[in-house]
């Protein structure tokens, strides 16, 4: 399988509340919206919110409106960043709701959030090794 473009696609409860949260409180760049659908796009990936009825109507699929897990919590997203403290203390003084706070993991610092689905994202930054 080549790939050609990398989506992340998220189904969610009610679409302007995700986009303000994603926009207003993540920081990302809305690339366009309508009705059922928003999109925004950093670093070669497109963050793609789909309401999840709207989506259900469109696969012809109940299975995505009322999906047999809890919603946001079969999976989730992980992005690498500079410096993960700083990040998450600008989350969560933008409102995001701080699941667990920076930590260390191995070579990492790892922290995570979730949105107001309940998707959860792992934000990282790696830790410099100490000499030898």
């Known amino acids: 399988m080549e790939i050609q473009r990398t989506y992340f696609t998220l189904f969610v409860t009610d679409l302007r509340r995700s986009v303000e949260f994603y926009r207003d409180v993540v ?3 809305l690339e366009m919206m309508d009705a059922s659908y928003a999109a925004f796009r950093f670093r070669g990936c497109t963050l793609s919110l789909y309401d999840r009825e709207f989506a259900s109507k ?16 079969t999976g989730g997203l992980s992005v ?10 600008e989350l ?22 979730g949105d107001p689905d309940g998707n959860l994202w792992e934000v990282t930054s790696i830790v410099e090794e100490e000499g030898p």
């Open 27 to 29: 920081g990302l760049r």
């Open 58 to 73: 469109r696969l012809g699929s109940d299975r995505i409106a009322t999906p047999p897990y809890p919603v946001g919590r």
């Open 80 to 89: 690498e960043v500079e410096d993960v403290d700083r990040e998450i203390r």
């Open 92 to 113: 969560e003084r933008r409102g995001a709701t701080i699941l667990v706070r920076p930590g260390p993991l191995d070579r990492e610092r790892v922290a995570v959030f």
